[in-house]
Antibody, heavy 118, light 108 residues
């Protein structure tokens, strides 16, 4: 069955870096684009980034542009989010989600918590 | 960039019908998708496109759209429908996506 499993979250100091991974199984990874979506504690969902199925294009929400980089390794069926210069306001559960037809996010991981604190 | 606006909270009596709305300029160009999120769980898509339900989503969930407003309707709300609901759409000006602020649905 379809599975997306995030990992790499944890507690990190402001200004430091962290890399999240999203391991995918159950379908042909290279045929789909993927999103990262985050949710601060007690808050709503916020779209963070998207990467095209072939990795040719990436787009970011303005608040992370220049600090976060989304990438993928189609040989490992894995999606990544490199997060640099982390700030307290980046504290959130980070979800990876598959992009599907009609702009829906049809499968989601369980999320990984990133806490930025000194 | 575009924004999507939702009412923060809505309540409905058990078995009654409730409509949750989402407003935004991007909805003039793109359909909304709707996500249900229960505490401690990942979101689940319940409606997408014009009015499409993924397999496993009860037919009491339906969607509609007019102009800059998308709506999610639950006909005959059940206790298990109590959750947060988010709309989502593609931003019409750039290759961004945006979520509404979410609506907390209480089933009385």
């Amino acid at each position: 069955q379809v599975q997306l499993v995030e990992s790499g979250g944890g507690v990190v100091q402001p200004g430091r870096s962290l890399r999240l991974s999203c391991a995918v199984s159950g379908f042909t990874f290279s045929r789909y684009g993927f999103h990262w979506v985050r949710q601060a504690p007690g808050k709503g969902l916020e779209w963070v980034a998207v990467i095209w199925y072939d990795g040719s294009k990436e787009y970011y929400v303005d608040s992370v542009k220049g600090r976060f980089t989304v990438s993928r390794d189609n040989s490992k069926n894995t999606l990544y989010l490199q997060m640099n210069s982390l700030r307290a306001e980046d504290t959130a559960v980070y979800y990876c989600a598959r992009d599907s037809d009609l702009n829906r996010f049809d499968y989601w991981g369980q999320g990984t918590l990133v806490t930025v604190s000194s | 960039s575009s924004e999507l606006t939702q009412d923060p909270a809505v309540s409905v009596a058990l078995g009654q019908t409730v409509r949750i709305t989402c407003q935004g300029d991007s909805l003039r160009s793109y359909y909304a998708s709707w996500y249900q999120q229960k505490p401690g769980q990942a979101p689940v898509v319940v409606i997408y496109g014009k009015n499409n339900r993924p397999s496993g989503i009860p037919d009491r969930f339906s969607g509609s759209s007019s102009g800059n407003t998308a709506s999610l309707t639950i006909t005959g709300a059940q206790a298990e429908d109590e959750a947060d609901y988010y709309c989502n759409s593609r931003d019409s000006s750039v290759n961004h996506w945006v979520f509404g602020g979410g609506t907390k649905l209480t089933v009385l």
